[in-house]
């Protein structure tokens, strides 16, 4: 489990590094089979919603994780990357209002780190 949590991490960093916008994570093990953490995130645009995709599978690849399954890059406005244990959801801002995946989980635990920046900060 320690793992995932560092890859948890790694990939809220990566998000970060190309200025998501409320990186958040939600640890939804107890309310579903499907995935123990959803990492969310949120672009101001397609091309930066496809940036922090890009940059995100960089990372991890360079770490030896790879993505099972990967949906919606072409269009940019929900990119989900499912990594397993973890499932990325970087949306375009106006489709992370409108599906709010925050209230839909609200029972989900949102988990804190500290990113590199804010250490150095």
């Not at 939600?26 to 672009?43: C, K, M, P, Q, R």
């Not at 499932?87 to 635990?109: K, P, S, T």
């Amino acid at each position: 489990m320690e793992k995932i949590k560092e890859l948890v991490k790694l990939m809220a960093e990566a998000c970060e590094d190309e200025k998501a916008i409320d990186v958040t994570v939600l640890n939804v093990h107890e309310l579903t089979v499907l995935v123990d953490y959803f990492v969310i995130a949120s672009g101001r645009s397609i091309i930066q919603v496809k940036s922090i995709v890009e940059h995100v599978e960089e990372v991890l690849e360079e770490n030896g994780v790879v993505p099972l399954r990967r949906a919606g890059h072409a269009e940019g406005k929900w990119v989900v990357l499912d990594y397993g244990s973890i499932m990325l959801h970087v949306f375009r801002q106006e489709e992370r209002e409108y599906y709010d995946l925050e209230n839909l989980w609200g029972d989900a635990q949102v988990m804190q780190f500290e990113s590199e920046e804010a250490v150095r900060s």
